[in-house]
């Protein structure tokens, strides 16, 4: 069945959610699923409503049109969109292919619904595995001394391809952070690791030498901050003092693949708000 979702992030006052609800009724708007947030420290309201298209009274560009006032008076970030409308995503890897394997095959059986434009990689060792899918492959190495050049070249494909979202599925590389700037909210990492404990390379060698009892991974976005990012999702499992190194590898891919799932889940279905190096997430 076709449905709006209306998203409104603002400062918290008294009659918010009311306002937004009755704006929908006034449109003929029947409300499926409605969920909302204050946070109190910060005084900031977040909402996300799910509603029936067929009850609306009035087209998506009227009824944006209609919401502007509303929304200026809110002083609110806001979005209005159909539903069933696919986000374009890039996905980002280097040389490890469990993340995409398992984003590829939650695509392909339509569980995950999005758009997949290209794959980009800087190794050749996933090329097979993307290709028989019928998608496109790029192949930008990443070299010390033409790193610059191949990220403006990364960067010109989302924009070509219309990116919505960038997926960095273990993509090896750190993001320049201006790139990081320009698509705030729009590049998700996943990282392996229960962040913020063991930020930046070989988490699972650290884990084990510290002999943790849990393990996990993160899905967040990045941002300049090196893994410090908002957090949308997290994953964790337990570890027993038998498991070894390549045991907890092992554990620790399992749980990257949930994490990374999750989150895109979410940020697909707009149920992800981000303020400061916060997020409230409407989970499903």
């Known amino acids: 069945m076709p449905t709006t979702l209306l998203r409104v992030s603002c400062p918290d006052r008294v009659g918010l959610l009311a306002l937004i609800s009755k704006f929908a009724a006034d449109h003929g708007g029947n409300l499926r699923e409605v969920h909302q947030f204050t946070d109190l420290e910060e005084n900031w309201f977040c909402a996300r409503m799910e509603i029936d298209t067929q009850t609306l009274t009035c087209g998506l560009e009227a009824l944006r049109s209609a919401f502007q006032p509303l929304g200026r008076e809110l002083t609110a970030e806001w979005s209005i969109r159909p539903a069933e409308l696919k986000p374009r995503v890039v996905l980002m890897v ?14 392909r059986s339509g569980e995950l619904a999005f ?9 050749e060792t996933l090329r097979e595995l993307v290709e028989r899918e019928g998608l496109k ?3 930008i190495p990443v070299e010390q001394d033409s790193k610059a050049a191949a990220f403006d070249r ?3 494909i989302w924009t070509e391809d219309a990116a919505d979202l960038v997926v960095l599925a273990r993509y ?8 990081c700037s320009r698509w705030s909210g729009k590049i998700m990492n996943i990282h392996h690791s229960f962040l913020p404990s063991f930020v930046g390379a ?3 060698r650290r884990a084990y030498q510290r002999g943790v009892k849990l393990i996990g991974a993160t899905c967040h976005y990045a941002t300049a901050d090196l893994d410090e990012g908002p957090i949308i999702e997290q994953e964790v499992t337990r570890v027993e003092h038998f498991h070894t190194e390549n045991d907890l590898l092992r554990l620790g891919r399992d749980c990257e693949r949930l994490a990374l799932a999750r ?5 697909l279905a707009d149920r992800v708000f981000v303020h ?5 997430v409407f989970r499903d």
């Open 94 to 107: 280097s040389k490890l292919g469990h993340c995409l394997a398992d984003l590829l095959w939650r695509w």
């Open 115 to 123: 758009e997949i434009p290209c794959v980009i990689s800087n190794h």
């Open 137 to 139: 492959f790029h192949h």
């Open 154 to 156: 990364m960067e010109q």
């Open 172 to 179: 090896m590389q750190v993001v320049p952070s201006e790139f």
């Open 202 to 204: 070989n988490p699972y």
């Open 263 to 267: 989150g895109l889940r979410y940020h």
């Open 276 to 280: 400061g190096n916060r997020t409230t």
